[in-house]
């Protein structure tokens, strides 16, 4: 679960899904990555980490960005299965269980999200950016960026990810439909954000992540 600077909802998310975990695994961890954040969200992480097993804390010095935070987390992965979902409150944790269940005859299971709750200016760009992504890469989803996805850990051999930013989805399903991955999709409901400010959709953020996705398409292409 990669985190910055969500103080108002990370221990609410952590505890719902610390709570579904021994429903769907005999053996689990949760491993929460901190990416450079300016408010209470490192004292929290450490709380947790510190007061319920099978809690550990990735934590980068400063803000790297939503790619490099996945990335550290895959890193540090070691289950069978590996699951990320985002630490702002806008999916529910015991959604788990319906992807657990939709992974009995698959590699992986991504979500979508049957109806955003979001601006318009980041529904224009979601439809944009899967739109691109589609075309340029051939990965066959609805919703590349929904941050609920499950798929098997030896899928992440060989992913030579590069991402810092919000290209990360798309690189790693291209790395997985690259390896031949049973896909399956799953509707996932999505909740307004309460507390907190989202950065997903500045003009910023939005120009990294069309830049990565420009050198991502090149890499494979060559």
């Not at 929290?44 to 939503?66: F, I, K, Q, S």
């Not at 609805?142 to 990360?168: H, P, Q, S, T, Y």
Request: proline fraction near 4%; hydrophobic fraction near 50%.
């Amino acid at each position: 679960m990669p985190v910055h600077d969500e103080e108002a909802s990370i221990v609410a998310v952590a505890h719902a899904l610390l709570a579904v975990l021994p429903d769907v695994a005999d053996a689990w961890e949760l491993v929460l990555v901190d990416d450079g954040s300016r408010d209470d969200t490192p004292r929290l992480v450490d709380a947790l980490a510190a007061t319920r097993a099978h809690v550990r804390v990735v934590r980068h010095p400063a803000n790297r960005g939503y790619g490099a935070a996945v990335r550290s987390g895959l890193a540090a992965a070691r289950g069978e299965w590996v699951f990320f979902t985002d630490g702002d409150g806008q999916f529910d944790p015991a959604i788990l269980r319906e992807v657990v269940a939709g992974a009995a005859d698959a590699d992986a299971v991504v979500g979508y999200r049957a109806s955003r709750a979001d601006t318009w200016r980041r529904r224009a760009f979601t439809r944009v950016w899967n739109a691109l992504v589609r075309h340029l890469l051939g990965i066959p989803v609805r919703d590349v960026n929904c941050a609920v996805k499950l798929f098997r850990r030896r899928l992440l051999d060989g992913f030579d990810a590069r991402a810092e930013g919000g290209a990360i989805s798309a690189e790693l399903l291209a790395h997985l439909v690259g390896r031949r991955a049973r896909l399956v999709e799953l509707a996932v409901p999505h909740y307004p954000r309460q507390a907190g400010r989202a950065s997903g959709g500045s003009p910023r953020v939005a120009l990294r992540a069309f830049a990565e996705l420009a050198a991502l398409w090149w890499r494979l292409r060559a």
